[in-house]
């Protein structure tokens, strides 16, 4: 079962807004805002909007490699690999 998530109404976060901002980037988790019992907006941390934006665009590239494998473009596997092994030649852990 997934996580319940937090929901405040906007009336408590027009009343209580450094609180909820307190609760958000304590948790980590985003709280969702509603408005005549409906959501209206999610409050998250800065750090977890760059963290999704991140992992978004990671997931747009993948999918246009994808779109580019089934259309045969781009690289082969054995160039891909010899530029992989290149990279972590210049940059041993």
């Given at each position: ?17 450094a ?49 580019e ?25």
């Amino acid at each position: 079962m997934g996580k319940i998530p937090k929901i405040v109404p906007v009336t408590e976060l027009r009343q209580e807004a450094a609180a909820v901002l307190r609760r958000v980037r304590d948790s980590g988790e985003p709280v969702f805002i509603t408005q005549r019992g409906r959501a209206a907006a999610v409050v998250m941390s800065a750090e977890a909007f760059e963290n999704s934006e991140n992992e978004r665009e990671i997931l747009r590239l993948i999918a246009r490699g994808e779109k580019e494998i089934k259309a045969g473009k781009g690289p082969d596997l054995p160039a891909v690999m010899a530029k992989g092994e290149a990279l972590l030649k210049e940059n041993p852990s």
